[in-house]
């Protein structure tokens, strides 16, 4: 083993998010300006250290959520027969945490990939995808595999679970305004939300889940014909859906509202909800700029912007 590094970004789901968990398709952008590095040194002591702005100490005293990351570490030094190697990961991340931007997924991601470097092992993305659904079913109980897929992935996925992700066009023009609600969101126990309500009442809930499926399906070809509007109409058409299924929160709704008054084209919540992020899709980076004050003056604690001509610039 010598020392390596592994890099992710965080991510954003454009549309599709928890039906995504049913089989339906989803769409998800890499944001690859926001980036999550694993440094893995290899130390003679044989103590397991992990270094992060959450939790610095020994691996094996980490606490939940860390401890999903945990046994996804366990079970890859046992595969590089590595068990008693001392060491020590570093995880340095611009990815704020619980807000949809997929920091859990994004921490895999780069820790699969130092270790492989540091074994100088070749890893296809098959691999790692399998991998990152140790520590995402540890920490989320259910997961699509969507986020670990876009957190690792290059350009915008087109995402339906238990299938390869694909590349998916943008258009040129678009600017997407991303806003933190500051509030953390949970992924488990918003999964955990939904799968309550099918359980309860599938005949109602059901139909919801197929409309963010179809608003995703229209959101694809919106993408294809390069039609912002049609595209904003599905984003709009999915966070009616989500804030039925009772994963939207007040904080987001009153980001979603200042987005459409300041002219979004469409706007809904990002990642697992009740928290976290929200996106709203702008003309251009005249009308992100003017949406991007809106939000901050209906309280959003942060805001970034992605525009889609970086989708096809790697
Ligand atoms: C969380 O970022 C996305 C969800 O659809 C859960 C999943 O896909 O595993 C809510």
Not at 47 to 55: A, C, H, L, P, V
Not at 167 to 175: D, Q
Request: a neutral charge; one cysteine or more; glycine letters at 8%.
């Amino acid at each position: 083993m010598h020392q390596a590094k592994g890099e992710s970004c965080a991510k954003i789901i454009l549309i599709g998010e928890h039906a995504v968990v049913y089989g339906q398709p989803a769409i998800a952008l890499p944001i690859k300006s926001i980036k999550l590095q694993v440094t893995v040194t290899p130390t003679q002591d044989h103590q397991q250290k992990i270094r992060s702005t959450f939790y610095r100490g020994l691996l094996a005293d980490a606490q939940p959520p860390f401890t999903g990351l945990t046994k996804l570490i366990s079970r890859l030094l046992v595969f590089f027969s590595a068990e008693s190697q001392g060491f020590t990961l570093t995880i340095e991340s611009a990815l704020p945490a619980e807000r949809g931007m997929g920091s859990s997924a994004a921490c895999a991601i780069a820790i699969i990939r130092a270790f492989y470097a540091a074994f100088d092992t070749p890893l296809d993305r098959a691999t790692l995808l399998n991998w990152a659904a140790v520590s995402e079913k540890a920490i989320h109980g259910n997961p699509s595999g969507l986020d670990a897929a876009t957190t690792s992935a290059d350009r915008p996925q087109w995402f339906i679970r238990g299938a390869a992700p694909k590349a998916i066009h943008f258009p040129s023009r678009g600017v997407l305004v991303i806003a933190d609600t500051g509030e953390m969101g949970q992924t488990g126990a918003a999964v955990g939300h939904v799968a309550d309500l099918l359980r309860r009442d599938h005949a109602q809930f059901q139909p919801l889940i197929e409309s963010i499926g179809l608003a995703s399906r229209k959101a694809a070809v919106a993408l294809a014909q390069d039609d912002l509007p049609a595209l904003g109409k599905q984003l709009n058409t999915a966070q009616a859906a989500l804030s039925q299924l009772g994963v939207s929160a007040p904080s987001l709704d009153r980001l979603i509202q200042a987005a459409a008054a300041a002219g979004a084209l469409g706007a809904k919540l990002t990642g697992s909800g009740q928290g976290g992020c929200m996106i709203a899709l702008a003309q251009d980076s005249t009308s992100a700029a003017t949406i991007a004050q809106a939000l901050h003056r209906a309280g959003a604690a942060a805001t970034w912007q992605y525009d889609f001509s970086e989708s096809e610039a790697i």
